[in-house]
């Protein structure tokens, strides 16, 4: 599939194929908002009409600035299917990096999620000579700034665009998707539409993947985790990605969504550790003791399966009870009640791991480190000309 396929011809068969089931949800002012794969199709379709009418064309790049938002990941899509680059920035990166990516990877448009975004691209982009053209997705909220009113994404997709649509011109291994890396000095990943669907199936070769599951898309779109697990892996299944509200609800959000496949660097994985352990903290009596005594059940039979022992028979037994009174709801808690697979990265601190999966969640090493791809050879002035 990879071969022949990219990234824009996967949204049209998923619009195809599945027009009425959710491809993505994001959560606003405490709401889930859903868009099916056939009202994201024909909102990556409008902002791509509306790319073009701009000057937008094959070959040029389009950056996108902020949190996890449809808006964002429909933009790059837009621009894909106009035979151009994706650029996914770090909203948390200082101004110097955000302004060095800029420059480097030639970017012509960004699109920023908010109006304070926006005007700090528009304060780092002033002095250049040939600055982006900045669009703006939500102009809202207490700093509302009129200045974005008329430079809103909305506003690139009005009626004033006369254009019928404008035709997939990607092909497979033209460039999809330029990622930076945090380190100053590290080289850009340049990813073909052929790279990531071959990253995505071997992923789903592995742990197999429906359109009926549910992903939580937290990770920063500038990472190649975000571009794999959310974007492309998304894409080639068909299921829903849910983006959380804010960084600081992704815990709350988690569970309200309740995924079904998950990836998990350490940093998180260990937050998750640390939360069971404050909840055993917080309760008392029975509960705490009956908690402690089955965890302690639970890592003992995970200790004999690392050792490729069987687990006695008793043992298995108490493990059976403690799925009921204590993993279970644990794991509901945490929100991983209904996730098949959880797929984390090879820093993963032993004592994290062996306490997640003697909790019944089904850890499986990455297989993202394996399908990375070297940064290429070229320079980002060689890819442009």
Request: hydrophobic share 45%; net charge neutral; proline share 6%.
């Given at each position: 599939m990879s071969g022949t396929n990219t990234l824009p011809l996967l949204l049209a068969r998923n619009a195809s194929h599945w027009p009425r089931r959710p491809a993505w949800r994001h959560k606003r002012l405490g709401v889930w908002e859903t868009e099916t794969w056939a009202t994201f199709a024909r909102r990556c379709h409008d902002i791509a009409v509306g790319l073009a009418a701009n000057g937008f064309g094959r070959g040029e790049r389009l950056a996108v600035l902020g949190d996890n938002r449809?808006?964002?990941?429909?933009?790059?899509?837009a621009a894909q299917s106009l035979g151009g680059v994706g650029v996914p920035l770090d909203p948390d990166a200082d101004s110097s990096r955000l302004a060095a990516i800029l420059e480097d990877a030639r970017v012509s448009i960004v699109v920023a999620d908010t109006a304070d975004q926006a005007d700090r691209l528009a304060t780092l982009m002033h002095a250049r000579r040939s600055p982006p053209r900045i669009f703006c997705v939500d102009a809202g909220g207490f700093n509302r700034?009129?200045?974005?009113?008329?430079?809103r994404l909305d506003a690139l997709v009005d009626a004033r665009h006369d254009s019928t649509g404008a035709a997939s011109e990607a092909a497979p291994h033209d460039l999809a998707l330029l990622v930076y890396p945090a380190a100053l000095q590290s080289r850009p990943l340049s990813l073909s539409h052929a790279q990531l669907i071959t990253a995505a199936e071997v992923i789903?070769?592995?742990?197999?993947?429906?359109?009926t599951d549910d992903a939580l898309c937290y990770l920063p779109m500038s990472s190649y985790e975000d571009a794999l697990y959310s974007l492309t892996l998304g894409l080639l299944g068909g299921f829903a990605c849910n983006c959380p509200e804010a960084p600081d609800s992704v815990l709350r959000d988690l569970r309200e969504i309740g995924p079904t496949i998950l990836f998990l660097p350490t940093a998180a994985c260990n937050a998750l550790a640390q939360v069971v352990s404050a909840k055993a903290e917080a309760v008392t009596g029975f509960k705490r003791r009956s908690f402690?005594?089955?965890q302690r059940l639970a890592l003992e039979a995970e200790a004999c399966r690392e050792q490729g022992r069987a687990v006695p028979l008793g043992l298995a037994f108490g493990c059976r009870i403690g799925e009921l009174v204590a993993y279970a709801p644990v794991r509901d808690q945490l929100g991983l009640s209904r996730v098949r697979w959880v797929h984390?990265?090879?820093?993963?601190?032993?004592?994290?791991?062996?306490?997640?999966?003697?909790?019944?969640?089904?850890?499986?090493?990455?297989?993202?480190?394996?399908?990375?791809?070297?940064?290429?050879?070229?320079?980002?002035?060689?890819?442009?000309?």
């Amino acid at each position: 599939m990879s071969g022949t396929n990219t990234l824009p011809l996967l949204l049209a068969r998923n619009a195809s194929h599945w027009p009425r089931r959710p491809a993505w949800r994001h959560k606003r002012l405490g709401v889930w908002e859903t868009e099916t794969w056939a009202t994201f199709a024909r909102r990556c379709h409008d902002i791509a009409v509306g790319l073009a009418a701009n000057g937008f064309g094959r070959g040029e790049r389009l950056a996108v600035l902020g949190d996890n938002r449809p808006a964002l990941y429909a933009s790059m899509l837009a621009a894909q299917s106009l035979g151009g680059v994706g650029v996914p920035l770090d909203p948390d990166a200082d101004s110097s990096r955000l302004a060095a990516i800029l420059e480097d990877a030639r970017v012509s448009i960004v699109v920023a999620d908010t109006a304070d975004q926006a005007d700090r691209l528009a304060t780092l982009m002033h002095a250049r000579r040939s600055p982006p053209r900045i669009f703006c997705v939500d102009a809202g909220g207490f700093n509302r700034s009129e200045q974005w009113e008329t430079r809103r994404l909305d506003a690139l997709v009005d009626a004033r665009h006369d254009s019928t649509g404008a035709a997939s011109e990607a092909a497979p291994h033209d460039l999809a998707l330029l990622v930076y890396p945090a380190a100053l000095q590290s080289r850009p990943l340049s990813l073909s539409h052929a790279q990531l669907i071959t990253a995505a199936e071997v992923i789903s070769a592995a742990d197999p993947v429906r359109s009926t599951d549910d992903a939580l898309c937290y990770l920063p779109m500038s990472s190649y985790e975000d571009a794999l697990y959310s974007l492309t892996l998304g894409l080639l299944g068909g299921f829903a990605c849910n983006c959380p509200e804010a960084p600081d609800s992704v815990l709350r959000d988690l569970r309200e969504i309740g995924p079904t496949i998950l990836f998990l660097p350490t940093a998180a994985c260990n937050a998750l550790a640390q939360v069971v352990s404050a909840k055993a903290e917080a309760v008392t009596g029975f509960k705490r003791r009956s908690f402690t005594f089955f965890q302690r059940l639970a890592l003992e039979a995970e200790a004999c399966r690392e050792q490729g022992r069987a687990v006695p028979l008793g043992l298995a037994f108490g493990c059976r009870i403690g799925e009921l009174v204590a993993y279970a709801p644990v794991r509901d808690q945490l929100g991983l009640s209904r996730v098949r697979w959880v797929h984390t990265d090879g820093s993963l601190p032993t004592d994290t791991a062996r306490l997640l999966r003697a909790l019944g969640v089904a850890l499986r090493p990455a297989q993202v480190r394996a399908t990375v791809p070297e940064p290429a050879p070229e320079t980002i002035e060689t890819l442009h000309a």
